[in-house]
Structures are given as C-alpha cells and as structure tokens.
C-alpha cells in the first residue's frame, strides 16, 4: 500500500490525511535542484505521455493493430511470474501482484475489446446495446472494488470521503444506463466509421469520478498514479475535436477511457520492470510530478500561443469566418457544415483550432 497512517480514529481530521506514506519527520522538504528533478521517474511520465499519444493515433487509424497490441501486452504478468521480477515493487504472486493482474487483464479485454470490436467488425445495433451493457458493467466493478480498500480496518476520514464518494458513483451510473435504455436510446454508436461513442455517462458523472479516481490514486497508491486521469481527459479532447458535428465530450469517454487505461497499465507495467517499485509519496516525489506537470502544461500553452499568432496573421481563417457568421456580418464566408451547425441552436457550436476560445 503506498501510505502509512498511524494515526487513531480519536485524532483530528487534518491527521487523518496530513500524509500519504510518509511521516513529518521522515518527508523531504525545502527546495530541490535540477538534479533531483530530473530522474528516472520523470522519464516515466514523458513515456506515458507519448505512448497514450500513439495509440489515441492508432485508435481511429489502425484499431486492428492497436488491439492486437494491447492484448499482447499481457505477456508481462506470466514473465513477471516465471522470472520472478516485481512490478512497481509488487512480488509475483503476492495478494496486490494477482489482485492488479487480474484488474490488467478485465481492462484490457472487458471494455477494450468491445469498444474497438464496434469500429472492427461493425457491430448491429443490438449487439452495440449488449457491448454497452458489458462495457458499463466493468466500469461500474471498476469503481466497486476501490470499496475494499476504502473500508478496510485502517478507516479515518479521507478515507471514508472517498469510499462514499464511490458507492455514490455506483448508485448514479446504472440508474443513468437504465433510463438511457428505457428511453430507447443505444449506448453505443458508430461515429464516422471509426470513433466509438458512448451515452452511458454524463459529464457531471465524469467530472466527479475523475476527480475520485484522482484521490483514490493518491492516496491509496501513489501522487502520480492521477496522471492516468488527466492522460484520459487528453485523449478525449482530441477525440472530441476529431468527431466535430454536434457530439459531446462526454461521449468520447466509451471509447478513449478503455484505451487510455490499458496503455497506461500497459506501460506500468513494463517500466516497473524497468525502474522497479516507485519511492513512497513523498515532498520530493510530489515535486516531482507536480514539476513535470507543469512543463507540460507549460510546452502546451507555448504552443496556444503560437497558434494565436497564427490566427493574427490570417483573418481569412475559418475561425473568424465562423464568428462573423454568428454576428450576421458574414452569411455566405463559411463552409455548409458551419452554417448547418449555426442554423440549428440544439448543436453546439465550438472553435475550428486546438482550444476553445
């Protein structure tokens, strides 16, 4: 377990969640040099970074190879078994080591296989309603099992926020997959020939299960376990983008959040042959990844701001043509998918360029 808490249920609140694994006398702190940022675990992340990159790529250009290769990627469970090589300091054999290999191979196989099977084999619309059934399925077990670790005997306040937090998200999920279905709408649809959607999930849902997951993560394992949540949201943003039309954000979920894990836990994996077991949360491995986050928001917004400069160099582009459309300056400037989604206020109607204005 990545946290220590020796603290009693008598104690106040703030020790409860004071720290995630290491004591006050025992944290690094103070500032850290180039140095201490610069390690293996940092490259850890940029891998993770570029892997969820590709295969968001290979998503919706090469699904086939995609899924062979996640699939494939399971072979790292039997080395780790036969070799005798921890994974992120977790013992072949041991309760975590089977309990994360078989949540490895759900992941992989339960939700991945049938929301890329959609766009493979072009699935009717009744087997696309029992994939969706399937597919909610594991993500709500996905959500179910973190009760064991929040009701465990080592109870105290965070921990507790975060358990009920969780049995609120398994209450709300099949409620919303029941009257979706009631009402007669598929939970799975075919965009483009190449983009699974998924209506099972609202945005309000997501918004709350990603800021869970991102706590559960932390405190139960590790601070930079969370990056798997923003690589997630990442994914489908360009997935959203990538539809246009009058899709929503929320509906990107089916079909990245399966990928998106599977990657993760792919490379998880591999690295924790790697670089081994991570250190325990600590000021010095918080620095870390917080640095890291950082930088890369930091690559992102230099890249806005370059296409803002772009943008002042051409008024020609769609973007401002859009606009005029919008104050009646300019009826005829733009393309018939722009005056479609103009013409009808139920689409939305979103910026031609890589973030909203």
Not at 21 to 32: F, K, L, V
Not at 228 to 247: A, H, K, S
Request: charged share 15%; with cysteine; aromatic share 14%.
């Amino acid at each position: 377990r990545g946290r220590t808490c020796n603290q009693t249920s008598a104690e106040p609140f703030a020790a409860g969640i004071a720290m995630t694994g290491t004591s006050n006398a025992t944290a690094d702190s103070g500032p850290m040099g180039w140095n201490d940022l610069f390690q293996p675990q940092t490259c850890a992340y940029v891998v993770q970074v570029l892997a969820a990159a590709l295969v968001a790529s290979l998503g919706v250009r090469a699904p086939r190879a995609l899924l062979a290769i996640l699939v494939a990627s399971l072979v790292v469970w039997p080395i780790s078994w036969f070799s005798g090589l921890p994974i992120e300091g977790m013992a072949p054999g041991d309760w975590e080591w089977t309990m994360f290999s078989v949540k490895n191979v759900i992941v992989v196989v339960a939700p991945t296989v049938p929301s890329l099977g959609c766009v493979i084999w072009g699935w009717g619309r009744r087997a696309r309603q029992r994939m969706g059934w399937f597919i909610y399925g594991i993500l709500w077990v996905n959500v179910f099992w973190t009760l064991f670790y929040s009701f465990d005997s080592d109870r105290n306040a965070l921990n507790i926020a975060i358990g009920v937090n969780a049995l609120s998200l398994c209450i709300s999920l099949p409620l919303r997959v029941l009257s979706m279905t009631k009402s007669g709408v598929a939970l799975l649809r075919v965009e483009h020939g190449d983009m699974t959607l998924g209506f099972g999930t609202s945005l309000s849902w997501l918004v709350c299960y990603s800021v869970w997951n991102s706590l559960f993560s932390a405190w139960e394992f590790q601070a930079d376990h969370s990056l798997q949540v923003i690589l997630c949201w990442c994914m489908m943003v360009f997935y959203y983008y990538r539809t246009g039309g009058d899709v929503r954000i929320e509906e990107c979920f089916a079909m990245a959040r399966p990928i998106q894990l599977s990657c993760y836990m792919l490379f998880e994996g591999v690295l924790g042959f790697v670089f081994g077991g991570p250190p325990k949360i600590s000021a010095v491995l918080g620095q870390r990844y917080l640095f890291f986050i950082a930088s890369a928001n930091l690559f992102f917004s230099v890249y806005v701001t370059l296409w803002e400069i772009y943008l002042l160099r051409r008024p020609d582009h769609d973007t401002f043509q859009r606009l005029r459309l919008l104050d009646g300056q300019s009826a005829n400037a733009t393309g018939p998918k722009d005056i479609e989604a103009c013409a009808d206020p139920a689409k939305p109607v979103r910026e031609v360029g890589p973030v909203a204005g």
